[in-house]
């Protein structure tokens, strides 16, 4: 592996540090943005049950506001139980918006990995065929040096892809799975203003 990066020049190191970024924010965020995690399936029949039972409760506001996303929703559309509805759905949809930046978290910046990594590769092949061209003396050029440009070229070229491609796959990915997430999160809180308000039962 040593011998693999030493082959490909200085500028490789460009892309080691963008290829480390990008697998510690994809598996950050396969982490984060599991559905279980998010939207935990059954919370909204849980907490329908014990306002039934018990009502609203401090306790269980902080409950739910430390738990996921979903559950923060919830507890700013409680905390405003009493207000109308729209005032309700206000509150919630305030609180959704901010779950839903938190869950585009680093997104941006994997974005940004998948779209430069072409371009540090290119920048790698511009360095190798620079070094190609230096090679050249009055004498001809030397194999080694030759050889070295060559390798510098290439290398990173392709490894500018291997870095980039996974990235924008996951980054296409997580998009997707942030806007189902986000979707799912409206029609329950929806339904627990319903809910509350006796529209739905």
Known sequence: MFNLIEAAGWPIWFLIICSLVAVTLIVE????????????????????????????????LDRLSAGSPLGKVFAAGLKNIKSPPQVMKEAIEETGRAASH?????????????????????FGTLVGMIEIFGSQNAGGAAPAELAHG????????????????????????????VDSLTIEMEQQAIKLVEIVHGERK
Not at 105 to 110: E, G, M, S, V
Not at 156 to 173: D, E
């Open 29 to 60: 965020r396969a982490i984060y943005l599991r559905g279980k995690n998010v939207n935990p399936p059954g919370l909204l029949d849980e907490v329908v049950n014990e306002l039934k039972q018990r009502g609203v409760s401090p306790a269980m």
């Open 102 to 122: 938190e869950m585009e978290r680093f997104l941006t910046t994997l974005g940004t990995i998948a779209s430069i990594s072409p371009l540090l590769g290119l």
């Open 150 to 177: 060559i390798s510098v070229a290439l290398y990173n070229t392709a490894f500018g892809l291997i870095v980039a491609v996974p990235s924008m796959i996951a980054y296409r990915h997580f998009r997707a799975q």
